[in-house]
């Protein structure tokens, strides 16, 4: 099947790219953001490419070509910025992507990544091309750079990328998904490690929704009774808010749960 993404990881081999610092080198950590995605995107059915899967060296030429015959609609190019600055970045090209770098944005803010700008730039003797190669020799295909943070911020980036890097890969799942109206369902962390909701057998009942709804009062589908089984655990499939998890049940099929620390649910990794 065609790929409706490719996924770009800047720079590789030889190539180290600039926005590296004493906690990671910039090639490896886009390698890193770009596999999780890639990952994930196979994970959500959504055909993808990508330009490098290991530390290989790609000239501009050889990585613009792979793009433009991958049959992909859109490319994203993850890297790490240097310079002195903090916060995202998200560039497109004169010729369009736009709306994808603002839906980007968007969700890499809500991931707690401030953004510095949203930018497009031509060369300084030709208006009428990109200044990126990324952009410019990348033919139909829509590419966004993305710049996650400055590895050399005197902000917060540093500890965000080192700390949060999947939760910035992630968010730009989320807002692919969306921008391309593909069902998108959130996972909490990595991607290998299965993650399990338990809820006590000290609880007697407890609330669940239906996937549609807002899980608050009102809303409920049914209810577990923790108490009966001495306590129930779920494997969790996804979190669509904070504290709220998809779970699978017997009687009630996939549904949410209302599970914040305080009342007495706990999550469990196997
Ligand atoms: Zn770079």
């Known amino acids: 099947m065609k790929p409706v993404l490719i996924i770009d990881p800047g ?12 906690y990671w080198v910039e090639k490896d950590m886009n390698l890193s953001i770009s596999l999780y995605q ?3 995107y196979q994970q959500l059915g959504i055909p993808v490419a ?3 899967l290991k530390d290989v060296t790609l000239s501009p030429a050889e990585r613009t070509k792979i793009v433009r015959d991958s049959g992909a609609r859109y490319c994203h190019s993850n890297h790490i910025n ?7 970045e998200v560039i497109h090209s004169i010729y369009g992507g736009e709306d994808m770098a603002e839906e980007i944005a968007f969700e890499l803010q809500h991931a707690g990544q401030n953004i510095r700008r949203i930018f497009t730039r031509t060369l300084p003797n030709d208006r009428a091309r990109d200044f990126y190669y990324m952009n410019r020799d990348t033919g139909k295909v829509v590419t966004n750079i993305i710049e996650y943070g400055f590895a050399d911020s005197r902000g917060d980036d540093i500890r965000k990328i ?4 999947q939760e910035l890969a992630e968010s730009v799942v989320k ?4 921008f391309c109206e593909f069902p998108y369902e959130s996972i909490r962390t990595g991607i290998t490690l299965k993650e399990y909701l338990r809820l006590p057998p000290e609880a007697s009942t407890w609330r669940i929704y239906p996937l549609n709804a807002t899980p608050v009062k009102g809303n409920e589908k049914g209810f577990l009774r923790p108490e009966k089984f001495g306590g129930l655990t779920y494997q969790i499939l996804g979190m669509p808010q904070a504290h709220v998890y998809l779970i699978q049940t017997r009687d009630f099929g996939k549904v949410q749960i209302y599970g914040h620390p305080k009342t007495g649910a706990t999550v469990l990794t196997k």
């Open 82 to 88: 240097a310079g002195g600055g903090d916060g995202g």
């Open 50 to 52: 990508i330009t490098r």
């Open 38 to 40: 890639y990952q994930r």
């Open 175 to 178: 807002a692919f998904c969306s």
């Open 11 to 22: 720079h590789g081999g030889k190539d180290p790219g600039g926005g590296s610092n004493q």
């Open 162 to 165: 080192k700390d949060h890097w």
